[in-house]
């Protein structure tokens, strides 16, 4: 009984080494991509609808290729809701590099009409914007990478004299 006991211990031992190294297969260095809003550009503006044009730019700083699925977004102005949604678009980025893409979106501002047009009054004046959302990259094991970023646009750059 007791050497059935030992080798019991000692096959339990030798599982729980082994698995300790199986996490190190599994163990990721890579780093995450980022995603920058480069510019929103009018389309058409009509009272109850606007099209606008999202450009983003996805940068890859690692040395392997990087396939991207889609990415699904959040874009608040000031702090109304812009556009939300899903961009289904596949495209690889290479490695240590930079890919562009166009995301189309419809929304409808009549709701927050007064704070648009308050913004518009100073066109000088840079209006805070907040990018959220998940990028899903990955060709048969799926990773999506949470994003988020902050900056300023100034309306009078886009609008034209």
């Known amino acids: 009984m007791t050497s059935q006991r030992r080798a019991l211990q000692t096959l339990t031992l030798l599982m729980v080494l082994s698995l300790g190294g199986c ?19 009018v389309v058409r503006a009509k009272l109850l609808e606007q099209k606008f044009m999202l450009y983003f730019r996805v940068d890859n700083p690692n040395d392997s290729n990087l396939t991207v699925r889609g990415l699904v977004y959040r874009i608040h102005l000031n702090e ?13 980025v290479d490695p240590k590099s930079s890919s562009y893409f166009e995301v189309p979106i419809r929304t409808n501002l009549w709701q927050h009409l007064r704070e648009v047009v308050k913004l518009l009054k100073k066109p000088d ?3 805070p914007y907040r990018l959220e959302g998940e990028l899903k990259t990955g060709l048969f094991i799926g990773n999506d990478v949470h994003q988020a970023r902050y900056g300023e646009i100034i309306p009078g750059d886009f609008i034209p004299e």
């Open 125 to 127: 004046q840079p209006i």
């Open 23 to 41: 996490a190190s297969w599994f163990a990721d260095d890579t780093l995450d991509p980022q995603v920058h809003l480069l510019k929103v550009e």
């Open 80 to 92: 109304f809701l812009l556009a939300e949604g899903e961009s289904s678009e596949w495209f690889t």
